[in-house]
């Protein structure tokens, strides 16, 4: 599947869109949100839209340059990522990153990292099978969400 974003273009514009609400992200839930979005776009959309590979650590499901890029904040809500990259999203991941932002605004870093490697998930998949810090395949994220999808439509 074609890749297309630097990870951290999406985790910064979560921060921006989290800053534009007032509803300022810690590190843990930008590193959730921007899994999110990727799921959810090659869930609906059959497409990826990380450059770079999820991989399975020990709370969950993580792309690591945007793990390294936040980690310094700690536990503390992420004002500004102007070190990250930009990018251009079209209007399907325009949207669906807003959808995103919205839909799991109310949940915490630790309900997201409950959610995102839950029984059943992509990631309890993957680290039960080869362990810490394997890559999570796209096909087996895009099938996770595709049910999900399906069993909210």
């Known amino acids: 599947m074609k890749r297309t974003h630097d990870a951290r273009s999406i985790a910064k ?7 534009d609400n007032g509803s300022y992200k810690d590190p843990l839930q930008i590193i959730k949100l921007t899994y999110l979005c990727h799921g959810w776009m090659l869930g ?13 650590w020990k709370y969950g499901p993580v792309i690591p340059d945007v793990y390294h890029g936040i980690k310094h904040y700690g536990g503390q809500p992420i004002q500004s990522l102007t070190h990250f990259p930009d990018s251009s999203f079209d209007e399907y991941e325009e ?3 807003n959808q995103v932002a919205e839909v799991y605004d109310p949940f ?3 309900q997201l990292s409950q959610l995102t490697h839950a029984v059943g998930t992509p990631w309890y998949d993957v680290w039960n099978e080869h362990g810490r810090n394997t890559i999570i395949p796209d096909p087996l994220i895009k099938d ?3 049910q999900l999808a399906e069993t909210n439509e």
């Open 13 to 19: 514009k979560l921060v921006n869109i989290s800053e």
């Open 44 to 56: 609906l959309y059959d497409r990826a839209l990380s450059a770079q590979p999820v991989e399975a």
């Open 95 to 97: 949207d669906l990153i």
């Open 108 to 110: 915490t870093g630790i």
């Open 144 to 146: 996770h969400f595709s």
